[in-house]
């Protein structure tokens, strides 16, 4: 079982007289800086120039300085920018920045788990990752209520980065609901499965298919709409709250016969196995090679595919229906589909603040070297061990099948 801290396991002393960097200021980079500013930490935010969260930052009583600023007077850094950005504002603006002793921490492993950052040995690495939407953390703080985190420790270079990182969740009222111990590693493959099979990929792709079917049938669509995808968040709800018995406490015994004896018709063995496959892609870093990747070509397929979705029949008929419920805030559904700029190209010429963006997935793996010289780096609450890949596919979806 799992490793569990809680605010008794924490002393926020442990951060008080240190200067904490926020790099971004969206939906966690501002929970992150409001909660620990009042804990009594001293907080800078770090922000490109022209930032349109600038404003926002300096009205909330934050001090607000560039990246580079934050960087060298920081003690501890926590990059909170998007995964596609965090490498090139690492190289460009943390690093010249970083001296031995400081912390590097981060909210998602992607980056450091996969290589595309990769920090000087003399300067801690961790991780709090909490389990809530920026927005959520911030009103639970403020009504006295923690939400639960994931701690990691990558580097310990101090000898002391887990207490300093659990200070850091005691600060940003983790703590109170509790912290999660395991390894970056681990959450960035859980992450990642999780999103592609379930939370994004796999209910989205499950609604549609089901809206598809119904309309196909000649159902109308409005009411297939209802059906398949408004109702969904009534079962989530019930879900959440009490877990799948209390959801099939709640329904009808009809539904709850055909959840039990239909349901493993629709996700059978070979979904089984194409999740396996989908795990397999993203243990061994070909997911990881492949959005890299289409970030540097400008995101083409990516950009493509939001729109291909952003005209389904299913979005237009659900915001003629949403138009029928008052109660529902208008939200943004058009994200932009301009062609993102490309990166600048980095030549792979050794120099380590010059390091290529896919070096890391050339054989061998790098991500999945044991860490063995600093055991107490290491998360001690999870048992889970990295995949390393054994061929030179790398991982490519293919029909290697593991336990």
């Known amino acids: 079982m799992a490793k569990i801290y809680y605010e008794s396991d924490a002393n926020l002393d442990l951060i008080k007289n240190k200067t904490i960097g926020i790099i971004g200021f969206g939906s966690q980079g501002h929970a992150h800086a409001l909660n620990l500013r009042d804990n009594g930490c001293n907080v800078m935010v770090g922000l490109q120039p022209g930032s349109k969260s600038r404003q926002e930052a300096q009205s909330a009583g934050l001090k607000v300085g560039t990246v580079e600023e934050v960087a060298r007077d920081a003690d501890i850094i926590m990059i909170l920018a998007p995964d596609q950005v965090q490498r090139q504002v690492y190289l460009d603006s943390i690093e010249p920045g970083l001296r031995a002793g400081k912390m590097l921490m981060f909210a998602h492993g992607f980056n450091i788990h996969f290589n595309q950052i990769v920090p000087p040995q003399d300067v801690d690495v961790t991780m709090i990752a909490p389990k809530a939407p920026g927005h959520r953390m911030r009103e639970m703080f403020v009504n006295g209520v923690g939400v639960p985190a994931l701690i990691a420790v990558h580097q310990n270079a101090t000898e002391n980065a887990q207490q300093i990182a659990l200070a850091y969740g005691k600060g940003v009222g983790c703590a109170k609901a509790g912290i999660i111990e395991t390894t970056f590693a681990e959450e960035t493959e859980t992450d990642l499965f999780g999103e592609q099979t379930v939370l994004c990929g796999g209910v989205t792709a ?77 243990r061994s870093g070909a997911f990881a090679r492949e959005w890299i990747i289409e970030n540097q070509a400008g995101r083409p397929s990516f950009l493509a595919l939001r729109r291909q979705n952003q005209e389904h029949l299913i979005e237009r008929v659900g915001a003629e229906l949403r138009g029928m419920m008052p109660w529902l805030q208008k939200r943004e559904t058009a994200p932009s589909t301009t062609p993102a700029p490309a990166p600048t190209a980095v030549p792979a010429d050794g120099d380590r603040s010059q390091r290529s963006p896919t070096a890391a997935f050339a054989p061998p793996v790098e991500p999945y070297t044991p860490e063995e010289s600093t055991p107490p780096s290491q998360s001690l609450g999870s048992t889970y061990e990295p995949f390393r890949p054994t061929t030179p596919s790398e991982g490519e979806d293919d029909e290697r099948r593991f336990p």
């Open 206 to 282: 499950l609604v549609k298919t089901a809206f598809e079917t119904l309309v196909q049938a000649g159902y109308q669509p409005e009411i297939a709409y209802f059906e398949c995808m408004h109702e969904l968040k009534l079962l989530v709800d019930l879900m959440h709250e009490g877990g799948m018995a209390y959801m099939r406490y709640s329904i009808s015994d009809t539904a709850e016969y055909g959840d039990y004896t239909r349901g493993p018709r629709i996700i059978d063995d070979h979904v089984r196995q194409q999740m396996k496959q989908v795990l397999n892609n993203i």
